[in-house]
């Protein structure tokens, strides 16, 4: 198996690693640095429990191949908020029950982060759209919308 090295950001951390070609950025995440906020849902790209900011934009990490990794910066959910420190995104979610089973919700928080801090008073037109890349099987939504609505009220007034 063909290995390449890759130096990138996570999380505002420098890391060096050797790994095979073929891993995906979520292998690397979850497998190589431990970090199992990031969920395998489909492994196609369509559920967006994968999701990631990948270079300042959202990308599912399934499908972005260890040697496009390197020089990257990437933020999971863990560099959002913390147990101890959650964001407000994350209080949001929980303060409007947004969270049911939970396995989409990294994903959907780490959409609205990257919603919020490229358009701090979305319309619910534009939440939708900003969250369009991710699904859920327990929610009709609403909840997950009012969530990213109370987040935006929090961090911006």
Do not use: W
């Not at 990031?38 to 599912?60: H, L, Q």
């Not at 959002?80 to 979610?93: K, R, V, W």
């Not at 699904?135 to 929090?154: D, H, P, Q």
């Amino acid at each position: 198996m063909k290995e390449v090295s890759i130096n990138f950001k996570l999380n505002g951390k420098e890391y060096n690693l050797t790994v095979p070609t073929n891993l995906t950025l979520l292998q690397i995440i979850r497998e190589k640095l431990n970090l199992t906020g990031t969920k395998r849902g489909c492994g196609k790209g369509e559920c967006g429990a994968c999701t990631v900011i990948f270079n300042g934009r959202t990308v599912n990490s399934c499908l972005v191949l260890a040697p496009k990794v390197d020089g990257a910066e990437v933020i999971t959910v863990e560099g959002i908020g913390t147990f101890e420190n959650p964001h407000p995104i994350q209080e949001a979610f929980v303060e409007e029950g947004a969270v049911q089973c939970g396995f989409c919700t990294p994903g959907f928080v780490v959409s609205a982060y990257d919603l919020l801090s490229k358009n701090p008073h979305p319309t619910e037109d534009d939440i939708r759209e900003g969250l369009s890349g991710n699904l859920c099987r327990c929610t009709g939504y609403i909840k997950i919308i009012n969530a990213v609505k109370k987040a935006s009220e929090k961090l911006n007034g």
